[in-house]
Structures are given as structure tokens and as C-alpha cells.
Antibody
Framework: EVQLVESGGGLVQPGGSLRLSCAAS????????LSWVRQAPGRGLEWVSV???????YYADSVKGRFTISRDNSKNTLYLQMNSLRAEDTAVYYC??????????WGQGTLVTVSS | AIRMTQSPSSLSASTGDRVTITCRAS??????LAWYQQKPGKAPKLLIY???TLQSGVPSRFSGSTSGTDFTLTISRLQSEDFATYYC?????????FGQGTKVEIK
């Protein structure tokens, strides 16, 4: 059974950093496209980043230069390193399988709150 | 970025009703369009991809169609478990973009 479990969210001050993790099971992260999608409170879905199976990465303009997507194949885990966090980064962050095509599996989400 | 515009933003319907949600792309996305359902506090769920292909396990009352840059999600007979918010998403190019969502509420 495919599962994605996010962790690492929490409260952080503006300008701070946080690393989100997404542990995958039921499939291998190394040969799949994986993405991060976020949802601000009461708002719609916003694509954040994708990592391709060949390690190419893409980012939304709103996070480019501040966020880094990566994966650890030995741990079958996806990461999102978030630096220079802003209030507008406050959201539930979902990891999802997919990125070239649609997102067929999603994690349960982890809440990131950026506030002083 | 390709803008995806959904209409309506919300609608009220009764169980058994036929519901139609439209998504318009600001430029051509071929058939690289997906529909998702999201319930409060839950992750989105993939319903349809390639504009009209039903994801495995999704009830057949859901269907998708396309006409140029206009895409339609239809629920043929609304069930109680279908009350949720629906999003379209294009995966034609980067950045991937979603519609703003359509909330389907109980009349």
C-alpha cells in the first residue's frame, strides 16, 4: 500500500528555517516524481516544488532561492528545506507522488506556522 | 503561468442532483488536466486525470470532459459523501497551477 507521512512542521519565527520530511512506503522514491503542494489556511492549493526521478528540480517563484527539495533514497524519504521563512509561507504542506503527471497519492499534511 | 479559472466558486445542491463544475485554462493545456476532491481537514484525492480518465476506485458517477481550453467535471447523481471542494489542475507546464476551487454544499 502506498503511503506518504509528513513530519517536521511547527511554529517558526519570520526569517527562520524548517525542514519537512515525507516518509514514503509502498513505492521507491528514487524512481518516482515527488512534489510539495501547500495550502494556506482557508485558501486553495498551491504547487511549491517537484523533484524528478533524474534529480531535476523546479520551484514556484514564491519560494525559489529559499526552499530546497531533496530526497534520501536510502531512507525512502523526501525533504523540503525551508529557509528565510515569511508569514505568507504559513500553510499546510503536503507531499504528493507525481509531478510530471497528476498527484495520485498525498500525505496527510503538516502545518507550518510562521509568526513572531 | 497558466491561470486556471473555476466556476462557480460555490454551489448548493441536493442529493441526487446532477452537478457540473467548469475549469477554463488561460492557454492550451492539451489534455493535461486533473480534478481533485478535498474534504475539510483532509488531503486532496485524485478523481480524474488526462481530462477524462477516471482514477482507479473513483465511482463512475464522476466524469470529465473537455472542449478546447474548457474542462468540465460532472457528478451525475450527487451523493452525501460528495459534498466537498473540487479543484482542477494543469500539468502541461511549470509552474503547475490549480483552480481556486469549487465548494459543493448541501442545499
Amino acid at each position: 500500500e502506498v503511503q506518504l507521512v509528513e513530519s517536521g512542521g511547527g511554529l517558526v519565527q519570520p526569517g527562520g528555517s524548517l525542514r519537512l520530511s515525507c516518509a514514503a512506503s509502498g513505492f521507491t522514491v528514487s524512481n518516482n516524481y515527488l512534489s510539495w503542494v501547500r495550502q494556506a489556511p482557508g485558501r486553495g492549493l498551491e504547487w511549491v516544488s517537484v523533484i524528478y526521478s533524474g534529480d531535476s528540480t523546479y520551484y514556484a517563484d514564491s519560494v525559489k532561492g529559499r526552499f530546497t527539495i531533496s530526497r534520501d533514497n536510502s531512507k525512502n524519504t523526501l525533504y523540503l528545506q525551508m529557509n528565510s521563512l515569511r508569514a505568507e509561507d504559513t500553510a499546510v504542506y503536503y507531499c504528493a507522488r507525481g509531478g510530471l503527471g497528476p498527484y495520485d497519492y498525498w500525505g496527510q499534511g503538516t502545518l507550518v506556522t510562521v509568526s513572531s | 503561468a497558466i491561470r486556471m479559472t473555476q466556476s462557480p466558486s460555490s454551489l448548493s445542491a441536493s442529493t441526487g442532483d446532477r452537478v457540473t463544475i467548469t475549469c477554463r485554462a488561460s492557454q492550451g493545456v492539451s489534455s493535461y488536466l486533473a480534478w481533485y476532491q478535498q474534504k475539510p481537514g483532509k488531503a486532496p484525492k485524485l478523481l480524474i486525470y488526462a481530462a477524462s480518465t477516471l482514477q482507479s476506485g473513483v465511482p463512475s458517477r464522476f466524469s470529465g470532459s473537455t472542449s478546447g481550453t474548457d474542462f468540465t467535471l460532472t457528478i451525475s447523481r450527487l451523493q452525501s459523501e460528495d459534498f466537498a471542494t473540487y479543484y482542477c489542475q494543469q500539468y502541461y507546464n511549470h509552474p503547475r497551477t490549480f483552480g481556486q476551487g469549487t465548494k459543493v454544499e448541501i442545499k
